[in-house]
């Protein structure tokens, strides 16, 4: 099946702690159906030092499944689900919300 959500996509967080928050998304973990968001689903983690980072308290991001993420709308910012349209043979992810194409 076509990847509905893709790298840098703006993305709209649906459920948890930090619903209604967006962000782009970073990168996808496809085997485990999550998503890492820019500036969502921070968690703080206690690192070693190492030779190339100091040892302290480290702030990062912290997957999402792809389930609880919407694509933001590019007329209005809101949710929007993600549809698919074959225009001059070439297929197209569509903004259901709005109807506008989807570049990438």
Same mark, same amino acid.
């Given at each position: ?11 709209v967080?649906?459920?948890?702690? $930090?619903k ?6 970073l #990168? ?15 968690? +703080?983690r206690h690192?070693? #030092?190492?030779?190339? #980072?100091?040892?302290?308290?480290v702030?990062?991001?912290?997957s999402?499944h ?7 709308d590019?007329? $209005?910012?809101?949710?929007? +689900? ?5 225009? $001059?043979g070439?297929?197209? +992810?569509?903004?259901k +919300?709005?109807g ?5």
């Amino acid at each position: 099946m076509a990847a509905k959500l893709k790298k840098g996509d703006k993305v709209v967080v649906l459920t948890g702690k $930090d619903k209604g928050k967006t962000g782009e998304i970073l #990168q996808i973990l496809v085997e485990k159906n999550r998503a890492l968001v820019g500036g969502v689903n921070l968690v +703080r983690r206690h690192t070693k #030092q190492s030779a190339s #980072q100091e040892a302290g308290i480290v702030s990062k991001e912290a997957s999402l499944h792809l389930s609880n993420l919407a694509y933001a709308d590019p007329k $209005d910012g809101k949710p929007s +689900r993600v549809g698919f349209e074959i225009k $001059d043979g070439k297929k197209h +992810r569509i903004a259901k +919300r709005s109807g506008e194409v989807i570049n990438g």
